[in-house]
């Protein structure tokens, strides 16, 4: 009897949108909503009810204060020169209610730096508490694309938790403009974050701090720091902070939030969270977090944008771009080359004369190949000789003369900047399976990519939406006894139509299903 109960709240937890009514509190899943702030909110219905809260939890943070100066050295020429709407055919605009959110998230960002950032360090250090939340998220020595899709994925969560987001990058400014004008995203510079202090996410976790049954004089729970760790290797536990609608209020009262070592997107994990699902649709109707997001955060400073349009073709006819990640480094291999043309003649849009009925003076093919290998930059080049003679279309060839290495140090992340830029400007997109430097370039672009692979005769698969692959997902994470309904966040995700396996990881993979149209 108890199973069949628990089936069938789980089952109306599945099938039915989130109402006031619900057992689920939306306001239990923000740190620090005011009630007062946020009264007038419970008289409404369903995503408009979750919208409100939330827009009343991101106001109720920071003390009203005047306006802040603008930042010293603010301009951006890639803001400037427009360039997400000019160079981008596929770009799309956030939807109103995320630039509504997105409106208020800056606002809230004055009122808190114009207050705290004089003594956020000595704050941090002394265990005081600041007047406002805060999500802090250091670089870890993963690869370029793993640090942005992590980066991407905390900003979603700063949004939720209305928390502040500071970034702990000493190279920022060489690779990256402010994105806000009043009030910077990088930690005060000082002396360095200590991230001895504070507790784990764990011992916040298995202390039940912050939930109905936890004790709040224990150790743990007096605390002003909680540290999570998402990446690769993290026991799935960790992941409840993101996955299980108590994961938020468990971190209410905690000023600092420190994301200290992340390589995976696990923005996909917040569609399995039956409280944020319904907010996330609201958002994101197309599904393209990443798009929308980076587009607001992430603009190229003025030295990688004049970089970046060196190798930027604006006057192709078509621009391709390909990215061929060789995983064992400084091993070239043929297996990719002959799959990459068989994509290209597929996917490309190079027709034979014989299906042409004319074809321009100036009509030319661009194709940018961003690739370790140089080996592959060869047989580019001589396939696109054959491809010219088949077409009758000039084929111009870009790449970037890099060192057959990986070392994730300045210069290195300077080039794959400028990669990643570059092929997210293309009308075709092509990159290797499970490859974070390919993801960001599709999630810049707005247009799925088609991947590669080494498998004989397999031209390419078809990617099913324009966001990323969340590469470890936690599928058997189990949110605890404290919440409402006990469910396995895997349980959600193969009962939805959000979430899917990753066309190149089937196995461990989650990426969200889009309805997208592909270029012929």
């Known amino acids: 009897m108890r199973e069949t109960i628990s089936l069938l709240l789980l089952f109306l937890l599945l099938s039915s949108p989130l109402s006031s009514s619900s057992t689920l509190e939306f306001r239990d899943s923000l740190s620090d909503l005011s009630q007062q702030s946020t009264q007038h909110c419970s008289n409404l219905k369903s995503t408009d009810k979750f919208l409100c809260e939330l827009t009343g939890a991101i106001d109720a943070q920071g003390p009203r204060s005047p306006s802040a100066p603008p930042l010293l050295n603010s301009t951006c020429k890639f803001k400037e020169d427009c360039v997400y709407s000019t160079y981008y055919p596929y770009a799309t605009p956030p939807s109103p209610e995320l630039e509504t959110i997105l409106d208020k998230y800056v606002a809230m960002r004055e009122r808190c730096l114009a207050k705290d950032s004089d003594t956020l360090l000595d704050t941090f250090h002394s265990s005081e508490r600041p007047n406002c939340q805060y999500v802090i998220w250091r670089q870890t020595n993963a690869?370029?694309?793993?640090?942005?899709?992590?980066?991407?994925s905390t900003f979603l969560y700063s949004i939720f938790s209305a928390r502040v987001l500071l970034v702990d990058y000493p190279n920022w400014n060489d690779l990256f403009c402010e994105p806000f004008a009043r009030s910077s995203l990088r930690v005060p510079q000082g002396y360095p974050l200590d991230y001895s202090l504070g507790a784990s996410y764990l011992q916040y976790l298995d202390a039940k701090c912050g939930s109905p049954r936890g004790n709040a004089g224990s150790s743990p729970c007096n605390q002003t720091i909680v540290h999570l760790i998402l990446d690769h290797a993290s026991p799935i536990r960790e992941y409840d902070s993101v996955l299980c609608p108590l994961g938020y209020s468990r971190l209410r009262n905690i000023p600092f939030v420190m994301i200290r070592d992340s390589n995976q997107y696990f923005v996909p994990g917040y569609y399995a969270n039956p409280v944020l699902r319904?907010?996330?649709?609201?958002?994101?109707?197309?599904?393209?977090?990443?798009?929308?997001?980076?587009?607001?955060?992430?603009?190229p400073s003025d030295a990688m944008w004049g970089s970046i349009r060196l190798y930027l073709d604006v006057h192709a006819s078509r621009r391709v771009g390909l990215q061929i990640r060789e995983f064992k480094i400084g091993k070239y291999t043929t297996e990719y080359d002959d799959?990459?043309?068989?994509?290209?003649r597929e996917r490309g849009g190079l027709l034979p004369k014989r299906f042409r009925k004319r074809v321009c003076e100036d009509e030319y093919l661009a194709i940018h190949v961003a690739t370790l290998e140089k080996g592959h930059v060869g047989r580019m080049n001589e396939t696109m000789k054959i491809i010219e003679e088949e077409t009758g279309k000039e084929v111009r060839v870009?790449?970037?003369?890099?060192?057959?290495?990986?070392?994730?140090?300045?210069?290195?992340?300077?080039?794959?900047?400028?990669?990643?830029?570059?092929?997210?400007?293309?009308?075709?997109?092509?990159?290797?399976?499970?490859?974070?430097?390919?993801?960001?370039?599709?999630?810049?672009?707005g247009v799925p990519s088609y991947f590669i692979d080494k498998e004989e005769?397999?031209?390419?698969?078809?990617?099913?939406?324009?966001?990323?692959?969340?590469?470890?997902?936690?599928?058997?994470?189990?949110?605890?006894?404290?919440e409402p309904v006990r469910y396995r966040a895997y349980d959600l995700s193969v009962n939805s139509s959000w979430i899917r396996p990753c066309v190149d990881r089937l196995v461990f993979g989650w990426s969200l299903a889009g309805e997208v149209s592909y270029p012929l």
């Open 278 to 299: 319904p907010l996330m649709d609201l958002l994101f109707p197309e599904r393209n977090i990443f798009h929308v997001l980076s587009r607001f955060l992430l603009f």
């Open 143 to 152: 690869g370029f694309g793993n640090r942005i899709i992590s980066l991407i």
């Open 339 to 344: 799959n990459i043309v068989r994509c290209l």
């Open 457 to 482: 005769s397999e031209s390419c698969k078809v990617n099913h939406g324009v966001d990323l692959c969340f590469h470890q997902a936690p599928k058997m994470l189990v949110c605890s006894d404290d």
């Open 398 to 445: 870009k790449w970037q003369e890099v060192e057959s290495r990986e070392l994730h140090d300045l210069t290195q992340q300077k080039e794959a900047l400028i990669d990643m830029w570059v092929l997210s400007t293309s009308h075709v997109l092509i990159t290797s399976m499970e490859s974070t430097f390919g993801y960001v370039a599709n999630g810049l672009s």
